[in-house]
């Protein structure tokens, strides 16, 4: 039966995949802009987007190299949420 409990543990665990699954990527764009902000405030450099094009790219490395990965784990919740399924209802 669906108690509260279990509708707590669903929650926790989506929290926490979506916390895996998007943490590389908004790492990867906050390291390249703190990089970039740093050369601008060293060159004197003012554009705001010199940033876009690397952040951009380094999110697009992520997604090639991890991309499998996220997949796999949001595949896997799936199928745990879809297989658990009878046991929520009756």
Request: proline share 6%; no cysteine.
């Amino acid at each position: 039966m669906m108690t509260p409990e279990s509708i707590m543990t669903l929650g926790q665990q989506a929290m926490t995949l979506t916390v895996l699954v998007s943490a590389p990527l908004l790492l990867v764009a906050l390291g390249i802009g703190l990089i970039i902000s740093i050369f601008q405030a060293a060159t004197q450099i003012n554009e705001m987007t010199l940033s876009f094009i690397p952040k951009l790219v380094g999110m697009v490395l992520v997604l090639v190299i991890l991309g499998p990965w996220m997949i796999s784990m949001m595949v896997d919740y799936i199928r745990r949420l879809y297989s658990g399924i009878p046991s929520l209802v009756g």
